[in-house]
């Protein structure tokens, strides 16, 4: 796995051949991550459109990025769940 043509399936997340996880489990392992690094919008719309087109449904996101709140705190999460909301052109329906 060390090879240029390795690092760039890496790098594109097309690695399929090295997954463990099923292709939904990866989607949200892959939102979670997101939301803890503050992403930018495009790289919540990538994930939000390969989470969907795995099958994954906004609850099983919620859950996702509910599970890493104790990990990542409440200031990160919500800058996260603020750039996902704007990738996905959602507004926060307060009440």
Known sequence: ???A????QVLHGSLDEFHL???R???LVRIAGLISM????????WAMDQALAAGVDDEQV???????APIVGLA????????????????VVEG
């Open 5 to 8: 043509e390795t690092t760039a």
């Open 76 to 91: 990160r999460l919500t800058e996260g769940l603020s750039r996902l909301l704007e990738a996905l052109e959602l507004e």
């Open 21 to 23: 996880l099923d292709s």
């Open 1 to 3: 796995m060390n090879d």
């Open 38 to 45: 503050a992403p930018n919008s495009s790289s919540c719309r």
């Open 62 to 68: 919620f859950s996702a990025i509910i599970a890493i």
């Open 25 to 27: 489990t990866s989607a």
